[in-house]
Nanobody, 126 residues
Framework: QVQLVESGGGLVEPGGSLRLSCAAS????????VGWFRQPPGKERELVAG????????YYAESVKGRFTISRDNAKITVFLQMNSLKVEDTAVYYC???????????????????WGQGTQVTVSS
């Protein structure tokens, strides 16, 4: 059974940084696309960062480009989201997800992800 567990969320002031982690069990990230999504209160869940199956092609939403960095460890069982220069509008629950298909390019649609973590709350406030 595949499980994803996010951690690293919390309360931070504007301009601060957080590093989110997503640990996988039951599957590695080595042949699947991975995405970090976020869902602000009352809004749709959106993809903020992701990479294709081999980790070479990266995707960032325009709103986070230059501030967020997605990466994974060499064992391919943990994915990270480094978030710098955080803004109030970054406040959301953040989720990681693994794509349904293997050997796929960056997956933008959340409907194409099979496994999700429980989410971790990120609150940016002064």
């Amino acid at each position: 059974q595949v499980q994803l567990v996010e951690s690293g969320g919390g309360l931070v002031e504007p301009g601060g940084s957080l590093r989110l982690s997503c640990a996988a069990s039951g599957r590695t990230f080595s042949t699947y696309a991975v995405g970090w999504f976020r869902q602000p209160p009352g809004k749709e869940r959106e993809l903020v960062a992701g990479f294709n199956w081999n980790g070479v092609t990266l995707y960032y939403a325009e709103s986070v480009k230059g501030r967020f960095t997605i990466s994974r460890d060499n064992a391919k069982i943990t994915v990270f989201l480094q978030m710098n220069s955080l803004k109030v509008e970054d406040t959301a629950v953040y989720y990681c997800a693994i794509s349904r298909r293997r050997y796929t390019s960056v997956v933008v649609s959340r409907d194409e992800y099979d496994y999700w973590g429980q989410g971790t709350q990120v609150t940016v406030s002064s």
